[in-house]
Every structure is written in C-alpha cells, then in structure tokens.
C-alpha cells in the first residue's frame, strides 16, 4: 500500500513506485507477441489434491507437494511449481478484484503462488 513509505523511509518506494501490485492494466496498450510459446501445465500425477482454506480474505487452495504442479513456456524463462491458488472475490458484483482493467473492478480474480 501506498502509506507503507510513510511507516518506515526505507520503504519510500511503496509510495511513488509505478510497477507495484496491484496495478492497472490499461488494454490500449497490450502488445500481441505472436512468437511467445504457449502457456504448459504438467503434472506429475492424474489428480491435484491439496487443502482449502478460508483466510476471511480470500479462499486458497494449497496444493499437495507429492503431485507436484509445474507452469511453463509463455513468457518464463523456467519453470515454476504451483504451490497455492488464490481467489478474490467481493460481497458485491463488480467489486473483488484486486488489480483493475482499464481502471475497472471484477467480481473476482484468481491469482497464483509458486515456488
């Protein structure tokens, strides 16, 4: 949050940063890459099992480290194991998300959490 920097000096990025969760995605200004691989999923096992949890934030579903997830190609320079699955959602429609498209707030967002 942008008060952070107030808090402790050190933290003065916080406060002026541009390139800082959440953030703004303006979609005038998406740039196809038409060269990008694709996005791969692979798992270890069939199934993904893992444990849900209600934070009174949001919902995370963790998933188990004997099946591991993994995420690559796209844009990652290497792979990335999924560790958790995290969902963001508001009491009211249009308002949950937390990064906006063209300044606008979803129902909801799904983010993820790698190692």
């Not at 000096?9 to 800082?20: D, E, H, V, Y």
């Not at 703004?24 to 791969?40: A, C, E, K």
């Not at 997830?69 to 844009?75: K, L």
Request: proline residues 6%; neutral net charge; contains cysteine.
């Amino acid at each position: 949050p942008a008060f952070w920097g107030l808090v402790n000096s050190a933290w003065n990025l916080c406060t002026i940063g541009k390139r800082q969760s959440p953030i703004n995605i303006n979609t005038s200004q998406i740039i196809f890459d038409p060269f990008l691989p694709p996005l791969r999923l692979t798992m270890e096992g069939k199934k993904v099992s893992g444990t849900m949890l209600n934070t009174g934030r949001h919902v995370i579903f963790r998933l188990d480290k004997h099946n591991p997830v993994n995420i690559s190609g796209g844009p990652l320079l290497y792979n990335h194991r999924l560790e958790e699955i995290m969902m963001h959602f508001g009491s009211e429609n249009g308002i949950g998300s937390e990064h906006l498209m063209n300044k606008e707030s979803a129902a909801g967002e799904v983010s993820t959490g790698e190692g």
